[in-house]
């Protein structure tokens, strides 16, 4: 059911708010053994917020717009008074004394929150095996990993346990666990959304956005989070346009753009690559313009983000130190090693590895060589989507160059892993959107994600462009079952 | 090796100076800037660096910071950013201080310094400046059973003046002796001062300078090693740290010693330096531009009105209240040192007063009170216009400086008018020439003994004769007119 049947079922009092949160949270109690998608289920909390919503539609007030919304939100964003981990043992027992801008949007639009849900440790990984409390598993497969490192956020939606879901996107986080479970999600333009109350992995490229089961529900969703925040001095202040608005809009004329180079990839499996160019054929009988462009540094993103982003994780991580709050090792005979031994401790391996990259690539001597070349680069990447958006609408590519791969298939080669996202990483050094959406399956039935980029703010296009497809080939009229999936 | 007599030793000297400015919060936060208060109270998530807080500039920090700038002739830059300095150390909340590296607000400035020295004339001099930048303060550790970290069984940390807006000044290396390195630090204070951005206390950590000092055989020869000089808390500390550690470097070449790259503590009960810290292996910051933050952008607009707001700046007007008012050049300094004294100053010479006079009584009798009192000029209620009715009273022979100087405790304590109150206590002075006259022929007449004696040649009796006349009238004989009438009555 989308948001706004949601909303019309609501105000004509044939559905009420507990009823739905209750039938989510009993899907989470018989699913979520399995699938491992909640870190926390907030129960009481969702049926006293659903209550009320309830009460105001009996005392005939208005709705906010997402009143009653089951919802999930990946637990590296800030909840007051509710625990938020970053899947770290580092933040274990974390109660932040103060709500992420987007939480407390979600608040104020009448969502009901159901729980955090889990992810790679601090956002660092591919496929939520990261976590320090277990691993995520696929609806679809649960042989599979649901990607990452939202992916917590991605299985909640995709087996129903919620309506949407928050993620955060630093190279792909949010596109491509959408990607490998079948559901929408969106990265908006760098700022366009607030980072405030967002654990930070790297700060530039990070960005809030939503996984919904379908484009007017991630059109709902960015509506009431987009917007000017002064907590956030990156964010932007600049109006945010109505998002489901133009949706039915026609594309027909829209340029929109093959990136060469992605399609030409030695590792794109034939079956991704057959179903999204399938879809830009689908697109083009909708009256889309369809050419193929170049973005010559688009391959050097993985390069470039796995410099600048443990750069700055280096940093933002360094005041996990066991002094002022989360983990402290115990009797460390003094404050160097209590801070070496808590970090040692606290975090786990990919999270220290990606932070003695960071501090490599940031140390002198290697800053010019390393850091300050990435740096070089991201310009380039972004000089390259400049160019291309002068010759075209919208850009296409697959989101993922696979489908969900196996759990533990990368244990012993993260760099392999790495190249999963090599295809979401370079619209967030662009600091441009980008959405993923179903579009098709694999021989063995698992989904497959179409990725649309769009320029600076143009998220009205984008979204326009991904309904009209969504619309045209209801992918999703399959939804993921098996043995443990009523 | 040459002895100290024909090696002429120069010193090298530059200053990094450290100033709170005086914003109500802090630099990314609206905690409190408050000082002195309970550990740990004027903090906020952001000050701690819980996970998912963001710094947001204070915009008058970024204002006070361009004053600043401006007052010390610095070209503010077109891109200015702030970076990461990365380094741990627990009183450092996030681990990292954001600071600004290679692009700092300002660049390339100068102030012109008066060294005045005891025994020595007084000169001008033009010290360059290199940057100003912003940045946060850290907190502060409390270790308990030794006076450093190491060694301590415990420390307390206070975050208190974690995320205080600080400026960080650095000189060129421009200083020659310590006297010229304690009057740069007192000139950078009083600027501060003037332009409201800082209280400059050095007592409560609101200015702090480190010092950066070698020597060298002659003032052509190249730089010698530099040794960083820190914890000195009043300007006559930065002087002597100075002066000791000049001496001590000079020593150690004069030995045929090395001067090592150090950190040195001035120690201010046994009046030396004493080495802190090896800087070998200068530490690795990894500096990188902080991505919390963006660009700091100031329109033309906005710098040109922050510009027109400056105040005269102290030399400014050292030089015109000598040149236009023809003050010494030691008076001009002297009533410039705080701009409280120095706008009282004006205040009175603007009602009437004349400098000079305005100028004594304000350096003399008006400090002590204000001193004393622990107060400003600015708190004073008997106001700069009583300064000068009263100054004009006494030029105007109306009363005289003594009277004056009687009544200066009532008029201090309620600011009441000069004029009001010598009237109703009578205080004016006797300058009728008859009246005097008449005084004078009866306290001769009083004393017969006395005007014989005068008369046949104790000339010296006359200012007994003064002191009677005084006595009589209450001290309100006009003196030039009494010692006239009283020297050709006397001499019959």
């Not at chain 1, 044939?14 to 491992?36: C, G, P």
Request: charged share 25%; aromatic share 8%.
């Amino acid at each position: 059911m989308a948001i706004a049947e949601w909303r019309r079922q609501l105000s004509l009092g044939k559905v009420s708010a507990r009823e739905l949160t209750q039938e989510k949270l009993s899907r989470i109690k018989d699913l979520d053994q399995t699938l491992h998608s909640f870190l926390e289920v907030t129960s009481d909390r969702a049926l006293a917020d659903a209550d009320r919503i309830d009460e105001a539609r009996a005392a005939g007030q208005e709705l906010p717009p997402l009143a009653g919304i089951p919802f999930a939100i990946k637990d590296n964003l800030c909840t007051r008074g509710i625990k938020t981990t970053c899947a770290s043992r580092m933040l274990a027992d974390f109660l932040p004394p103060y709500e992420s801008t987007v939480s407390q949007r979600l608040w104020n639009s009448g969502a009901v929150l159901l729980g955090k849900t889990n992810l790679d440790e601090f956002a660092m990984g591919s496929s939520t095996e990261t976590s320090a409390f277990g691993s995520t598993l696929n609806p679809w497969n649960i042989k599979k990993v649901p990607g990452g490192s939202s992916g917590g956020s991605a299985a909640a939606v995709a087996s129903g346990q919620c309506m949407a879901a928050l993620g955060s996107d630093t190279g792909g986080s949010i596109r491509q666990p959408a990607s490998f479970c079948g559901v929408v999600g969106l990265k908006p333009t760098y700022g366009r959304v607030s980072r405030w109350g967002l654990i930070a992995f790297a700060s530039s490229l990070d960005q809030v956005g939503p996984f919904t089961s379908s484009v007017s529900d991630a059109a709902e969703v960015l509506q009431v989070i987009a917007g000017s925040d002064p907590k956030d001095s990156t964010c932007l202040n600049i109006p945010v346009p109505n998002y489901s608005d133009s949706l039915n809009d026609s594309i027909s004329g829209l340029r929109i753009g093959l990136i060469k180079e992605c399609f030409d990839q030695e590792g794109l499996s034939k079956s991704v690559k057959d179903s999204v160019l399938e879809a830009a054929n689908c697109l083009e009988t909708l009256g889309a313009e369809l050419t193929e462009v170049s973005c010559p540094r688009f391959n050097d993103g993985i390069a470039t983000y796995y410099v600048i982003a443990p750069s700055e994780a280096s940093a933002n991580l360094a005041r996990y130190d066991g002094v002022k709050y989360g983990y402290r090792s115990e009797a460390s005979e003094d404050l160097a090693i209590m801070t070496a031994r808590s970090r040692a401790e606290g975090f786990g391996s990919e999270v220290q590895r990606r932070i003695l990259i960071g501090t490599y690539a940031l140390s002198a001597g290697y800053v010019d060589a390393y850091y300050r070349k990435a740096q070089q680069v991201r310009t380039l990447i972004r000089r390259d989507f400049e160019a291309a958006f002068t010759k075209v609408d919208i850009l296409l590519t697959p989101t993922a160059p696979t489908t969900a791969f196996s759990a533990g298939a990368h244990a012993d080669d993260p760099l392999s892993m790495y190249l999963s996202d090599l295809l979401t990483i370079p619209a967030n050094l662009a600091g441009i959107p980008a959405i993923s959406l179903p579009c098709g399956f694999d021989q063995t039935g698992l989904p497959i994600g179409l990725q649309l980029i769009g320029n600076v703010l143009d998220e009205q296009r984008l979204l326009r462009v991904a309904y009209q497809y969504e619309k045209a080939v209801n992918v999703m009229g399959s939804s993921p079952s098996g043995e443990f999936i009523p | 090796m040459s002895s100290t007599t024909d090696t002429a030793w120069e010193a090298v000297i530059g200053l990094e100076t450290h100033v709170q400015l005086g914003t109500n919060s802090k630099i990314f936060t609206n905690a409190s800037t408050a000082f002195g208060d309970e550990p740990n109270t004027h903090i906020d998530p952001i000050v701690c660096g819980l996970p998912g807080t963001l710094p947001v500039l204070n915009q008058k920090v970024l204002e006070y910071a361009v004053k600043a700038a401006m007052a010390l002739n610095l070209t503010i830059a077109q891109h200015s950013k702030f970076d990461r300095k990365q380094y741990f150390y627990p009183d450092l909340p996030k681990n990292y201080q954001i600071s600004q590296f290679d692009e700092p607000i300002a660049e390339e400035g100068w102030i012109e310094i008066e060294v005045v020295e005891k025994g020595q004339e007084t000169y001008l001099k033009k010290i360059g400046i290199e940057r100003l930048h912003m940045e946060e303060d850290a907190g502060k550790l409390v270790h308990a059973g030794s006076d450093r970290l190491a060694g301590s069984k415990y420390s307390l940390v206070d975050y208190n003046r974690a995320g205080v807006a600080l400026a960080e000044i650095v000189s060129k290396p421009d200083l020659r002796t310590g006297r010229e390195a304690a009057e740069y630090a007192s000139e950078i204070r009083r600027i501060m001062r003037y332009l409201g951005v800082s209280d400059g206390n050095m007592q409560e950590g609101s200015l702090r300078c480190d010092v950066n000092i070698s020597v060298r055989p002659s003032s052509e020869a190249p730089f010698g090693t530099k040794v960083e000089i820190k914890n000195m808390n009043s300007f006559s500390a930065i002087q002597k740290a100075c002066e000791y550690e000049i001496g001590r470097q000079i020593k150690a070449y004069e030995a045929g010693e090395a001067v090592i790259q150090e950190t040195r503590l001035w120690d201010e009960s046994k009046q030396l330096t004493k080495s802190m810290r090896s800087k070998e292996g200068s530490s690795d910051y990894r500096y990188f531009p902080d991505p919390d933050l963006g660009p700091i952008e100031i329109t033309e607009k906005i710098k040109e009105n922050w510009r027109n707001q400056l105040p005269e700046l102290p030399s400014a007007k050292r030089h015109r209240f000598s040149k236009e008012l023809g003050l010494s050049a030691y008076d001009a300094r002297v009533l410039t040192d705080e701009l409280n004294m120095a706008e009282y100053f004006e205040a009175a010479v603007e009602a009437g007063a004349d400098a000079k006079s305005a100028s004594n009584w304000i350096t003399g009798d008006l400090s002590a009170y204000v001193n004393s009192k622990r107060l400003s000029f600015s708190d004073l209620c008997f106001q700069p216009a009583g300064l000068a009715e009263m100054i004009n009273l006494i030029n105007k022979g109306k009363i005289s400086g003594k009277i004056a100087k009687d009544i200066l405790p009532e008029l201090l304590l309620s600011g009441a008018s000069p004029k009001k109150i010598v009237e109703e206590k009578g205080l004016g002075m006797i300058s009728d020439p008859e009246e005097i006259t008449k005084i004078i022929i009866q306290l001769l007449e009083s004393y017969p003994k006395e005007v014989e004696s005068f008369r046949s040649g104790k000339y010296k009796l006359q200012g007994f004769f003064v002191g009677q006349l005084m006595k009589q009238t209450g001290g309100k004989a006009d003196p030039k007119l009494a010692n006239k009438i009283l020297a050709e009555k006397l001499k019959g």
